[in-house]
């Protein structure tokens, strides 16, 4: 199975004083209050004026994002930082093979990153991902990790975190319908 990802993250309430006006900007609900807003070209054009660009090559240290993060992209990323840390998150998996990255801005500059990892060997919490999570403020939990603990796997790609934002669904909806689920099966 597949999972990709293009996403800003940050604190619910600074993503939604910064995204109220504008028109292709959805925002996903995650847990520990944070929220994710999925990277798409049409949202890119409206913060930047400009059609984003991609990588030719696949990303990697050098290069770690697939979407190029284009000086004005990154001058809202950074302005948005002002009021919170704000991450950068990007990952693509298929087949157990894949990578992710990640930035972290605070204060209206570069505070952690990019880092990239296309191997995964070291230690779980050293994954960009979850080490740029916990410079947000992610708190442990009982996931097994930040990445987990936001509810980040319970979507696939940006179309289904677009789906979850426009329907207004929480990060533990899936967990929600289990426990259902597992009820109405136990006659409970």
Known sequence: MSYQLSAVVADIELLRQHTADLDHAVL??????FGLLPITPQLVEELT????????????RDHPFQLVLSPPLTEVLAGWSRSGPVAYLEAEFLGGLGHQAAVVWLDGAVAWGPRFDDELTVARPDWPINSAL?????????????????GLH?????????????????ADYWDDLADEWENGQSGG
């Open 28 to 33: 996903g609900e995650l847990r520990q209050d």
């Open 49 to 60: 004026g400009a059609l984003p660009d991609f990588a030719v090559d696949a990303p990697d």
């Open 154 to 170: 319970v979507e696939r790609n940006t179309a289904g975190w677009l789906a979850h934002g426009r329907r207004r669904l929480s």
């Open 134 to 150: 916990v410079r947000l403020g992610v708190e442990p939990g009982s996931w097994i990790d930040p990445f987990a603990e936001l």
